[in-house]
DNA sequence: GCCAACGTTGGC
DNA sequence: GCCAACGTTGGC
């Protein structure tokens, strides 16, 4: 039984690391995340599985790309180090806390698919798409397979 | 276990 | 830069 292929959508804000930086890295280990719902996403991938790139907190937020999950989760070692804006003193290495995920440049659309599209077609991208849900700030979040297709079909 | 205070996210 | 929405923390 192979499983399925899974859908997500990725937050990162630009001026920190845009998709023109994955495409220079090539892969990425996906550090940093420290919310426990956008944690337990991760935990849940799969190699394989699709990721559309989003541009958050930008002049125009939206999809700009598409990646692929190239590990399963393991500890996000940022937790551990003491001069890591994102460490964690309650975590520990026995028991550690946070995980990131490998992701995987796949390709940048051709243009932006922006917030506010994505928006205006709340009603086809059916109910509960966590990006346009009201005040969610989920930084990882499930797409379904006719969310994917179309979202990417917008491009 | 409640909830006020605080910090962060992210669109605008 | 503002601020609404949300998650987390910590006092009680």
């Avoid at 420290?34 to 394989?48: L, T």
Wanted: proline share 5%; glycine share 6%; hydrophobic share 35%.
């Amino acid at each position: 039984m192979t499983s399925r292929k899974h859908y997500w959508l990725m937050k990162s804000e630009p001026d920190t690391f845009s998709i023109d930086d994955l495409k220079k890295v090539g892969i990425e280990p996906w550090n940093g995340v420290r919310n426990y719902q956008a944690r337990n996403f991760m935990r849940a991938m799969k190699v394989g599985d699709g990721v559309l790139f989003y541009h958050s907190n930008c002049k125009e937020p939206g999809i700009v790309g598409t990646a692929t999950i190239a590990t399963t989760a393991y500890p996000d070692d940022t937790q551990f180090d003491p001069t890591s804006d994102y460490y964690d003193p309650k975590s520990t290495r026995e028991e550690p806390r946070w995980s990131l995920v490998d992701v995987k440049f796949d390709r940048a659309l051709k243009r932006t698919i922006t917030l506010d599209e994505i928006k205006r077609h709340a009603d086809d991208l059916g109910e509960g798409f966590a990006l346009i849900q009201r005040g969610s700030r989920l930084s990882v979040l499930p797409v379904t397979a006719a969310q994917w297709k179309f979202l990417l079909a917008l491009e």
